[in-house]
């Protein structure tokens, strides 16, 4: 298999269709843009079967993926898609940055949920833009392609809050990638894992994400395993 790209968490590899390629997901662990590093082993399978459980049910509910289908333990095959480069946050509950740049304390439930837009360029340490920025970036061709971005952020927000909760986690915050498709279609790409998400466990507030990375506060294998056993049922 012809590598084509690899980042931080995945490698992506060509297949014989030009508009698929094969996504892989690495053992690796980084924070703070790359500043923390280091390896967890079973860690991309972890991540790999629990985007594939969440990117399926979101399909389910209307919102267009990037996935076709998990092919191995690490893989996906997923439609070829040209990332847009902006993460769009959404968040229920003040932390994480958020936290840092407002002085709010962390666990603040916001009065409404809220999407931010940051710039995925890690030379620039992924800074938070503005419409006005990303339009003079270039990074979308309209701006009703950024209101999509919100709309199916919050969509997802909607969905994956009460999905989480029936299986005791609180959906605090997440980030999710965008890419566009062969047609211009605008399809949620890349991930939904604890390492983009933040999920505290309802009954004893105990984070179950990549902060215990992060901050050093306790295994993330363990957490991850309980929150895919927790989405198998
Ligand atoms: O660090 P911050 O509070 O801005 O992160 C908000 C959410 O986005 C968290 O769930 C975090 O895990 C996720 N995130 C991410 N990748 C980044 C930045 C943030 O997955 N590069």
Redesign the pocket.
């Known amino acids: 298999m012809k590598l084509l790209y690899e980042g931080k968490a995945k490698k992506i590899y060509e297949t014989d269709n030009p508009n698929e390629v094969i996504c892989e997901f690495k053992d690796s662990l980084t924070a703070f843009n790359g500043e923390k590093a280091d390896k967890e082993e079973g860690k991309g399978a972890l991540n790999c079967a629990i985007t594939t459980i969440i990117f399926e049910a979101l399909q389910k509910e209307g919102i267009p993926t990037h996935l076709i289908k998990q092919i191995d333990e690490t893989k996906q095959l997923v439609k070829k898609v040209e990332i847009i480069p902006i ?1 769009v ?1 959404v968040r229920n509950i003040a ?4 936290s840092r740049r407002l002085g709010l304390k962390e666990g603040k439930k916001l009065p409404f949920t809220i999407v931010e837009f940051y710039y995925k360029n890690d030379d620039l340490n ?1 800074p938070l833009i503005n419409d006005d920025h990303a339009m003079i970036l270039n990074l979308v061709e309209k701006r009703e392609e950024l209101d999509k971005l919100r709309e199916y952020g919050l969509k997802i927000n909607d969905f994956l809050v009460k999905f989480f909760d029936k299986i005791g986690l609180i959906l605090v ?3 999710v990638e965008f890419g566009k498709d062969k047609d211009g279609n605008i399809i949620l790409a890349d991930e939904i894992t604890p ?4 999920l505290w466990d309802k009954k004893t507030g105990k984070k179950m994400d ?1 902060d215990l990375f992060r901050f050093d506060l306790g295994d993330i294998k363990e957490a991850y395993t309980e929150i895919l056993n927790r989405l198998k049922g």
């Not at 932390?95 to 958020?98: E, F, K, M, P, V």
Request: net charge negative.
């Open positions: 993460e946050v932390a994480g940055s958020l992924d915050d997440f980030k390492d983009s998400c933040r990549k």
